[in-house]
């Protein structure tokens, strides 16, 4: 069931992105997730009270460690994009943020045989391949990734800001090395939601999901306060409206079935089949929206589906 749960919560966290990303082209990405933050933390407090049962105080300080640390990545990856290089920034990210909670898996005692160590790193090696071209993608209208701020790494689904200021676009100062820190920056942080998110729900599955999302609201909320940016019901189109609800209401249900996948099986496995949702992404944005597969991108997906065969053996 961990390979269920861990490939569910992958394609609702790709299709969250997606629909976000998709709404930022039209409204700025804070008006998108001063609205979809605060609808997937409305739903998991719902399910949390229709489950019953009372939050458990033991893991209640990791829930909301797992939203701050979620919260921290999101500033960090942003202003990463702004700095440094989207082609470092993104991959580093996503990498780091695979390896970390699977370090931790490993040093706590998990020990997977080589065919799940071999497709974990044909797994990692995919999210590379799609997050690279990914990131490399020209600047749209409408910002930064407009995701929830459950923010486990990755890369702008469709497009993020630039500022202008040099050839290319590229600000003056912006260099690799600095996009190779602010990617390792949100990767730690990324890598430690998925950790604290883990370990919180030890002590129960929906209520500390639950707190996690509330915690990791309060940052774009504050974020869109602070710039001045409007709600997203404001000026946005109907269609708009439902995607920017429908990412956060996805986002929410793919935080549970990360942590029913964690709960399943291996967290390790869950954690590496859970990052493939870059590729999800860029599958829907060629789907729906007709946007060409890149020769890295289809590189990527193919070696997806062979990662997650050899980890399924």
Same mark, same amino acid.
């Given at each position: 069931?961990?390979?269920?749960?861990?490939?569910?919560?992958?394609?609702?966290?790709?299709?969250?992105?997606?629909?976000?990303?998709?709404?930022?082209?039209?409204?700025?990405?804070?008006?998108?997730?001063?609205?979809?933050?605060?609808?997937?933390?409305? $739903?998991?407090?719902?399910?949390?009270?229709?489950?019953?049962?009372?939050?458990?105080?033991?893991?209640?300080?990791?829930?909301?460690?797992?939203?701050?640390?979620?919260?921290?990545?999101?500033?960090?990856?942003?202003?990463?994009?702004?700095?440094?290089?989207?082609?470092?920034?993104?991959?580093?990210?996503?990498?780091?943020?695979?390896?970390?909670?699977?370090?931790?898996? $490993?040093?706590?005692?998990?020990?997977?045989?080589?065919?799940?160590?071999?497709?974990?790193?044909?797994?990692?090696?995919?999210?590379?391949?799609?997050?690279?071209?990914?990131?490399?993608?020209?600047?749209?209208?409408?910002?930064?990734?407009?995701?929830?701020?459950?923010?486990?790494?990755?890369?702008?689904?469709?497009?993020?800001?630039?500022?202008?200021?040099?050839?290319?676009?590229?600000?003056?100062?912006?260099?690799?090395?600095?996009?190779?820190?602010?990617?390792?920056?949100?990767?730690?942080?990324?890598?430690?939601?998925?950790?604290?998110?883990? $370990?919180?729900?030890?002590?129960?599955?929906?209520?500390?999901?639950?707190?996690?999302?509330?915690?990791?609201?309060?940052?774009?909320?504050?974020?869109?306060?602070?710039?001045?940016?409007?709600?997203?019901?404001?000026?946005?189109?109907?269609?708009?409206?439902?995607?920017?609800?429908?990412?956060?209401?996805?986002?929410?249900?793919?935080?549970?079935?990360?942590?029913?996948?964690?709960?399943?099986?291996?967290?390790?496995?869950?954690?590496?089949?859970?990052?493939?949702?870059?590729?999800?992404?860029?599958?829907?944005?060629?789907?729906?929206?007709?946007?060409?597969?890149?020769?890295?991108?289809?590189?990527?997906?193919?070696?997806?589906?062979?990662?997650?065969?050899?980890?399924?053996?």
């Amino acid at each position: 069931m961990v390979i269920v749960f861990a490939l569910a919560a992958a394609v609702l966290y790709g299709s969250a992105d997606f629909l976000g990303g998709a709404a930022s082209r039209r409204i700025r990405a804070l008006s998108v997730l001063a609205v979809s933050a605060p609808a997937g933390v409305v $739903v998991l407090l719902a399910a949390a009270l229709l489950a019953g049962g009372p939050p458990v105080m033991a893991g209640v300080p990791w829930a909301v460690a797992a939203g701050a640390a979620g919260g921290a990545g999101l500033i960090i990856f942003y202003a990463g994009l702004a700095a440094g290089p989207m082609r470092v920034v993104a991959p580093v990210s996503a990498v780091v943020s695979t390896v970390l909670p699977v370090g931790v898996a $490993v040093a706590t005692g998990e020990r997977p045989g080589p065919a799940v160590y071999a497709g974990g790193l044909v797994c990692v090696l995919a999210t590379v391949l799609v997050s690279v071209d990914l990131g490399g993608r020209p600047a749209r209208r409408g910002g930064p990734r407009g995701r929830p701020p459950s923010c486990r790494g990755g890369v702008p689904p469709l497009g993020a800001e630039r500022r202008s200021g040099g050839p290319g676009g590229r600000p003056p100062g912006l260099t690799v090395s600095r996009g190779l820190a602010y990617g390792i920056g949100a990767g730690i942080a990324f890598g430690l939601f998925f950790t604290f998110l883990r $370990v919180a729900a030890t002590s129960g599955v929906l209520w500390p999901s639950a707190l996690s999302r509330a915690a990791g609201a309060v940052v774009p909320l504050a974020m869109a306060v602070w710039a001045g940016a409007p709600p997203a019901w404001r000026g946005a189109s109907r269609r708009v409206l439902a995607a920017v609800v429908g990412s956060g209401l996805l986002d929410a249900t793919a935080n549970v079935c990360y942590v029913l996948a964690t709960r399943a099986g291996l967290f390790g496995i869950a954690v590496v089949l859970t990052s493939l949702y870059p590729g999800v992404t860029v599958l829907l944005a060629r789907l729906v929206l007709g946007e060409r597969l890149r020769p890295a991108q289809l590189a990527g997906l193919i070696l997806a589906i062979a990662g997650i065969a050899v980890v399924s053996v």
